[in-house]
């Protein structure tokens, strides 16, 4: 939607594959269509973020214009990738919105501790999780200005 | 010896030699008078009888008074005799003849006549013619014969009289001595009884006269005196015995001028120098010594108890402290009385000082246990503190130099736990061997205390040992527990001033506090390890629950919500070709996930509720109140119901908490009015019993108070899902939230009248600590 090196990309880090498929979909359907890279854990998304591992070779100037960030996951924690996302001058001003089952309070503070931008607990009702995702999409890829690196 | 008087003997020697030269003197005048007087008589016979032999011729002459008669006379007289003068008169006394040897002549007129020659022996004797009596005549003879006669007797009188004096002289010199040597001995002996005082002596004499008797009343008198003595001596014994036997010092001060301070000194008896360290005589030369050893701060109190005396007490008792000998201050107490002469003028102090310092040490000492005793206590669970404390307690209440703890490891080894005082030898944390001997290992096996003056001496320590100490006089007094010697306390002095028996007794005493002490240390230690364990397993189960929980609420919630997105995917894509009732059971699908959902949102907030750290804030339940009602007002905004809050319920307790407490409330209230018309809900509180009550009152739907009981279990409804919706937990996790309160809930209503909850947050137990400290 923007130029520059921010490109349209989300990048989904989910390890459930219904959550993720129900995520792509609420997606779809509330007709965002910007790039959604889906990590499937800790590892994933820090290698994606870093241009490491498997996404070795990626411009790693090139960063998601919001990073949907599930706290449990396997190898390495959401609390740890974002840790690591604020530790780095490429990542830093990258918005992350927590979206997580957890509604407990200690994920809440930690999370916001730890520099996230946003906190959405996945309801399980699919018509507000819906009403969410839009309200996110809205905010994050239009409404919201971040800094031209 | 009296010089300047005659002794017995010379007296005597005088008297007898006076009396017996009297008597000398006296009969040699009486012979010397005799023969005068016989001499006398002899001239007179001689002259009568010259007169005799011429009594022819007188007769004739006066017959006559013929001049030739008297011519014849004279001449007869001259011719012979020795007659020196002759008157012869006639019977009318008229003098016819005077004759002088050598002159005689007649005379006319007799009455004018001379008197007869003076000189001489004289008679006068009548001449008469048969009976006719003629005249008289005075004839006298010369006594120069005599004069010689005596004065040769005088001549051969006076070496005879100077010879009987000597030898008076010389008997009275000898008789003396019969009477005065028997008195003269009598009085030497005396003498000598009196110089020896030896009353048990006796005179002795043969004598029998009144001498005897002196003799036998002085050996009464002797005797009496012996008794008397002895008595006196018994009595002197006895005194002087009690005097320097008794702990008390006895004194007597006289006192001149009215100054009760500065009197002389009389008697102190031995206590007194002794306790002071002084001579006896000093202080007689030094009436200021006592209170120059008094302790400066004592010296107004006892002037002000002495002066009571001035002001008419009989006796006052004064208490002071003294320097001793050794330099340690005594307590004394001192009762003195006033002695008053007639005038009512005090004129001496006698006194009786005791030395009260056992006593004194003893309440101190006693006083120093209970608050020993106390801080034990207090730190019974600082086992460092405890020891040291020990230590210190023990070193001061009996003025040792050094105190040490040492308790026992275990059968043979000992450490010393704690060591106060000067630095020695003696180390905390040095172990010992009990059976290698020493003061401890002694107690150890014998259980009782021991007490040496000198440890330099003793063989269970040992002269290199004691040196390497510097210690000498020692007391160890065993720390029995259960008839266990469980360790020691060890008190030092560097000299050898020995502890005594009250030392002992005292030491004992912190002993047995110090055994309880060390058994409530083990308990309470004991105790708060398992404290410590119990927490951490709490602790451990807490953090277990945590992690289930998150995973419940993290892990539960995703199938729900691919059962329930996935429904609706379906729904959507696939919904003309299921038909209306594949719809409607996919719809059930959808809401059982929902509810299943919600139940673990209420689990959850139950299980919250139930751990975690209480928090105690100020918290407005009013103000809580109206955020709920607003929050119901947005979510059913068609909904109109009354509600009345009162304002300023203000607690104490944990905000989070409470705010679920006043959701679930008042979120119930919102639920079970749900048509009624007007729908009223009423929050506030009444005074019941000295607490706060608050309730929330409502008219709705109400319950069978039969179910009362049931309100408050997780997961019992009252009322069908269709009726109202609901999981059950919502009063459940109201109880736990006033429960951790400390306060209590309960619920009173009727079918179809409303209910109303009450409940007390407990005076605030989640705070009452720190608001009672405030």
């Known amino acids: 939607m923007r130029d520059g090196c921010r490109g349209k990309t989300i990048l989904l880090v989910e390890d459930n594959p219904d959550d993720e498929a129900l995520t792509l979909r609420a997606l779809r359907r509330n007709r965002i269509a910007n790039e959604v890279v889906v990590a499937h854990d800790g590892v994933e998304a820090l290698d994606y973020l870093f241009a490491t591992g498997r996404y070795e070779g990626r411009d790693r100037h090139e960063q998601p214009q919001v990073v949907l960030l599930d706290l ?27 979206l997580t089952s957890s509604s407990e309070e200690r994920d809440i503070v930690d999370s916001y501790d730890f520099g996230a931008n946003s906190y959405v607990r996945k309801p399980v009702d699919f018509e507000q999780f819906m009403e969410a995702v839009r309200q996110l999409g809205m905010y994050w890829l239009l409404l919201n200005e971040v800094p031209q690196a | 010896m009296s010089g300047y008087r005659p002794g017995l003997r010379a007296r005597l020697a005088a008297v007898i030699f006076a009396a017996s030269a009297t008597v000398t003197f006296v009969g040699a005048a009486a012979l010397y ?25 007188l007769v004739e002459l006066l017959a006559t008074g013929d001049v030739e008669a008297a011519v014849g006379l004279v001449r007869r007289i001259e011719s012979g005799g020795a007659l020196a003068s002759l008157v012869v008169r ?8 005077l004759y002088r040897r050598g002159e005689a002549r007649a005379v006319e007129d007799a009455a004018a ?18 009976r006719e009596a003629l005249g008289e005549v005075a004839a006298a003879v010369p006594l120069a014969h005599y004069e010689a006669h005596l004065a040769s007797y005088r001549r051969l009188a006076a070496p005879m009289l100077a010879g009987l004096l000597a030898l008076s002289l010389l008997l009275a010199v000898a008789l003396q001595r019969r009477i005065s040597a028997p008195l003269l001995a009598l009085a030497a002996e005396l003498r000598e009884i009196g110089r020896r005082r030896d009353f048990a002596r006796r005179v002795r004499t043969g004598l029998r006269d009144e001498v005897g008797d002196l003799y036998a009343g002085v050996n009464r008198m002797l005797e009496a005196l012996e008794a008397a003595h002895g008595e006196l001596a018994r009595r002197e014994a006895l005194h002087r015995a009690v005097l320097e036997h008794v702990e008390e010092i006895v004194y007597r001060v006289r006192v001149a001028d009215g100054d009760l301070f500065g009197g002389e000194v009389e008697f102190v008896s031995p206590r007194g120098a002794e306790l002071l360290g002084v001579r006896p005589e000093e202080f007689r030369r030094d009436p200021a010594l006592w209170l120059r050893h008094m302790h400066p701060a004592d010296h107004a109190r006892v002037r002000e108890a002495t002066e009571a005396l001035a002001r008419g007490a009989r006796s006052v008792v004064r208490v002071y402290r003294l320097k001793d000998a050794a330099g340690e201050w005594r307590w004394m107490e001192d009762r003195v009385v006033a002695e008053r002469d007639r005038a009512g003028r005090i004129v001496a102090l006698t006194g009786v000082a005791r030395d009260v310092t056992p006593q004194r040490r003893w309440a101190g000492a006693l006083e120093r246990l209970v608050s020993v005793a106390r801080e034990l206590l207090e730190h019974v669970a600082e086992p460092e503190c405890l020891r040291r404390t020990v230590a210190a307690a023990a070193r001061e209440i009996v003025r040792a130099d050094v105190a040490a703890l040492s308790l026992r490891e275990d059968a043979r080894t000992c450490r010393y736990v704690a060591v106060e005082g000067a630095d020695v030898g003696l180390r905390p944390g040095t172990c010992f061997d009990l059976e290698a001997g020493g003061l401890c290992g002694w107690v150890a096996a014998h259980g009782e205390p021991v007490r040496v003056a000198d440890i ?43 502890f005594d028996a009250s030392d002992e007794r005292l030491i004992a005493l912190l002993a047995g506090i110090t055994a309880i002490a060390l058994r409530m240390q083990g308990l309470v230690l004991g105790l708060e390890d398992h404290v410590r364990a119990r927490t951490e397993e709490l602790r451990a189960l807490n953090r277990e629950l945590e992690a289930f929980a998150y995973t419940v609420s ?10 329930d997105g996935f429904s609706l995917a379906v729904l959507e894509d696939e919904g003309e070709r299921l038909g209306p009732e594949g719809r409607e059971h996919l719809r059930r699908v959808r809401a059982a996930a929902q509810r299943m959902a919600q139940l673990i949102d209420d689990l959850l907030a139950l299980a919250q509720v139930t751990r975690g750290e209480l928090r105690s804030e100020t918290v407005d339940l009013s103000a809580l109140a109206r955020e709920v009602v607003e929050g119901l007002r947005h979510v059913h905004p068609g909904r109109r119901v009354e509600v009345d809050i009162r304002p300023g319920a203000v607690v104490r307790g944990d905000p989070r908490l409470l705010w679920t407490l006043m959701e679930n409330l ?64 919502g009063l459940a996790t109201v109880r736990r939230v006033v429960e951790r309160h400390g306060g209590r809930v309960w619920a009173e209503g009727a079918v179809d009248e409303g209910a109303v909850i009450r409940f007390t947050l407990g005076g605030g137990r989640a705070a009452p600590r720190r608001e009672s400290a405030a």
Do not use: C
């Open chain 2, 554 to 563: 993290h892990d539960l919630r995703a199938p729900l919500r691919a059962i």
């Open chain 2, 666 to 729: 008042i979120g119930n209230a919102w639920k079970f009015t749900r048509g009624r018309e007007p729908a009223r809900i009423e929050f506030g509180w009444e005074e019941s019993g000295g607490e706060r009550v608050y309730y929330v009152r409502d008219n709705g739907a109400g319950f069978d108070m039969a179910y009362a009981d049931k309100l408050f279990r997780p997961f019992q409804r009252l009322h069908t899902a269709s009726e109202f919706e609901g999981t059950g937990i």
């Open chain 2, 33 to 57: 008078a005799y023969q005068v007087a016989s001499l006398r008589g002899e001239a007179r016979a001689q002259a009568a009888q010259e007169v005799r032999e011429l009594e022819p011729d």
């Open chain 1, 72 to 98: 449990k996951l396997p190898k390495v924690d959401g609390l740890e990738v974002l840790k690591r996302m604020r530790a780095e001058e490429l990542t830093r001003r990258v918005p992350v919105v927590v």
């Open chain 2, 456 to 498: 330099a001496g003793d063989p269970r320590v040992g002269a290199d040992r004691a040196a390497a100490l510097g210690l000498r006089a020692a007391l160890v007094v065993p720390v029995v527990d259960e008839g266990r010697v469980v360790g020691g306390i060890s008190l030092f002095r560097r000299e050898a001033r020995p």
């Open chain 2, 90 to 97: 006639d019977r009318a006394g008229r003098a016819l003849l």
């Open chain 2, 113 to 130: 006549a001379a008197p007869g020659p003076q000189a001489g022996a004289r008679v006068v004797l009548p001449v008469r013619r048969g």
